[in-house]
């Protein structure tokens, strides 16, 4: 999304990264908020407005968070340079630790802060368990790119996410929602009504094309205009349109629930709240561990923002099929997006902070 890379690490404007970053980038917190304001603005004032756009869908998968998602990642993965991928395959401490951290760790997570926050609220409760079983395939691009990530790790993991997500989010959802309660003597469980075949197009749709279209782009720009145009005139030319992209999915998230989110603002922050500790549990710790595993700036911080991230599509997508549009359920999934999406803001500039630490003590 950032239409200029920082400087090298150990040069002398390494002390002021973010004044690196572009007038649209920099000020990137204020654009989001101004877009979840317009967002409740719409949902709010224009009547109908979310069960107009609740309507346009296929498949279960909202056409308008779609085309925002797909117009989002397609400049970052059209950046990532795929002939390097192998150096990032070949890592096999990386994915080991990130399949952890995301498949057992994190569901774990927030399984456990679910229960402890919301012991009374079972339909909130089991919304947040489904969010916290969505791995992030998606948004996870933006921040990363935005923090100095490693693109080609980015690509990587969230591909394997992708992955795990078609054959595990099933397994995990009847363990953590059904048969773990049991055992655990906190009541009867339930069952999600989705199948592999869903998660599979949920993927397909919001992964498997940009990254296709992204991988299509850098193979034709390179073999034609050559690397340096390519990244020089091409990439700076569609970067904007990943900001554009996340500021129209921002509006169309918060306008298809702009007026329950601000009718139930009590239900709001008791769901706010282990989020909120969610993402800094899995940022934090995982940032220390890849610190702690001997990783370099660029693949821990990959790895905090592949872990910190939700795939908020599939969990609201789930959450409403089964449960409907109304049910507490839907409303836990939604109000994820507007906990994670100004977190993960703030988490970029505290990663480009530790940024410079790495750069002084390396």
Known sequence: MTSADAAAPGTAGESSITAKLSTPDRYLAVWILLAMAAGIGLGRLVPGLNHALA???????????????????????????????????????????????????????????????????PEYRTGLIIVGL????????????????????????????????????????????????????????????????????????????????????RR???????????ETEFLPRIGPWALYGLLFTIVILFALQGKTITSQPWDVARIALPLFVYFAVMFFGTFALGQALGMSYERTTTLAFTAAGNNFELAIAVAIATFGVTSGQALSGVVGPLIEVPVLICLVHVALARRRRFTRTS
């Open 134 to 217: 969505a791995r992030c395939i998606a948004m996870v691009v933006i921040w990363n790119d935005l923090a100095r990530g490693d693109r080609e790790a980015a690509a990587v993991l969230v591909a394997l996410n992708s992955v795990f997500q078609v054959i595990a989010f099933g397994l995990l959802s009847w363990f953590y929602l059904d048969l773990l309660p049991g055992w655990l003597g906190l009541g009867d469980g339930e069952r999600l009504d989705i199948s592999m075949w869903e998660i599979a197009l949920n993927v397909a749709i919001f992964l498997g094309i940009p990254l296709a279209a992204g991988f299509l782009t």
């Open 55 to 121: 309507k346009v869908e296929v498949g279960g998968i909202s056409l308008p968070i779609a085309l925002g998602l797909l117009v989002m990642m397609y400049p970052v993965l059209a950046k990532v340079r795929y002939d390097r991928l192998d150096t990032v395959t070949g890592d096999r401490r990386l994915i080991a630790t990130s399949l952890a951290v995301n498949w057992v760790l994190g569901p774990a997570v927030m399984f456990a802060l679910a229960w402890i926050f919301l012991p009374d609220l």
């Open 220 to 230: 034709i720009g390179e073999r034609k205009p050559g690397r340096e145009r390519y």
